[in-house]
Nanobody, 123 residues
Framework: QVQVVESGGGLVQAGGSLRLSCAAS????????MGWFRQAPGKERECVALIRKSEASTYYGDSVLGRFTISRDNAKNLVFLQMNSLKPEDTAVYYCAAKLGDWTTDVRRYDYWGQGTQVTVSS
């Protein structure tokens, strides 16, 4: 199984940028589809971005499309989320998650989760 640890969160002003990192440990990282999810207070966890194990395909939620970019480095077992033009509504705890098999936006189907990193965007 794989373990993931997020980093890179913090406080930023609206319009600013942050880069989140997810470090994975365990065998066969390149076999896992990876995703970034977020959960704001009082709201359900939602899918932000996904990247296939082969790096060939990505998916973005409507609210972040054009502002966020997901990438991965299979040689270093890393996944990144570059977040630009941040808005106060992007404030949430951001989670990295891993899944074997098909990729999906359904949070319930991801098997391995990190502890999350807080992102706060001030207006």
């Amino acid at each position: 199984q794989v373990q993931v640890v997020e980093s890179g969160g913090g406080l930023v002003q609206a319009g600013g940028s942050l880069r989140l990192s997810c470090a994975a440990s365990g065998p066969s990282f390149s076999n896992y589809n990876m995703g970034w999810f977020r959960q704001a207070p009082g709201k359900e966890r939602e899918c932000v971005a996904l990247i296939r194990k082969s790096e060939a395909s990505t998916y973005y939620g409507d609210s972040v499309l054009g502002r966020f970019t997901i990438s991965r480095d299979n040689a270093k077992n890393l996944v990144f989320l570059q977040m630009n033009s941040l808005k106060p509504e992007d404030t949430a705890v951001y989670y990295c998650a891993a899944k074997l098999g098909d990729w999906t936006t359904d949070v319930r189907r991801y098997d391995y989760w990190g502890q999350g990193t807080q992102v706060t965007v001030s207006s």
